[in-house]
């Protein structure tokens, strides 16, 4: 929500969606931007780019997918969403790390203006993809993630008790 601590809520998004290189359960897959939070994209964007990619033994932010197939999976629902209409605002796809040349690795991605019925939005991805989807008031919000049939899991970022009590 707009409301929300900004610094605190991109922190904790970049962290949510890239650690593990998104390859856990409960990863952070879509991000939810909110009126004027539409305007901090560019604010993550640039925290995304400053993570390392490394073999996973280097200690980097991101390390490679586990597998060759998980790796082809992104990029097909990456290429499928963006010749659907979403904007690919960070794309992390053929990054090369020095010693891997056959590493399955992908860089941060985040895909913008995605919608219900791309794959990027309809398909938990499980690699280091932000999927943004925008919206204009926090009710409709709550339809976008009440209309979902994965139900995974949510959170919201809010000062405003009463907006946390209506999510």
């Known amino acids: 929500c707009p409301d929300a ?3 605190d809520a991109i922190n904790a998004m970049i962290g949510a969606c890239f650690g593990s290189s998104g390859q856990r359960c409960m990863a952070l897959s879509v991000t939810v931007m909110v009126g004027e939070t539409q305007e901090w ?9 400053t993570m390392t990619i490394g073999a996973g033994v280097d200690n980097k932010d991101l390390s490679p997918l586990n597998t060759k197939a998980a790796l082809e999976r992104a ?3 990456i290429d499928q969403s963006e010749k659907m209409g979403a904007k ?3 794309d992390g796809r053929g990054v090369q790390v020095d010693g891997y040349p056959n590493g399955n690795f992908l860089g941060q991605t985040i895909i913008d203006h995605a919608k219900p ?3 990027c939005y309809d398909e938990e991805i499980f690699s280091p993809v932000m999927v943004i989807v925008r919206v204009n ?4 919000a709550i339809q976008l993630v009440n209309s979902n049939p994965w139900g995974n ?3 919201c970022f809010t000062r ?7 999510f």
């Open 75 to 77: 990029h097909r629902i």
């Open 137 to 140: 008031t926090l009710d409709e």
């Open 160 to 166: 405003s008790g009463g907006n946390a009590r209506k």
């Open 153 to 155: 899991g949510v959170a």
């Open 5 to 7: 601590d900004k610094e």
């Open 88 to 90: 690919i605002v960070l």
């Open 117 to 119: 019925g791309m794959p």
């Open 41 to 49: 994209i560019p604010e993550i964007i640039e925290k995304a780019k």
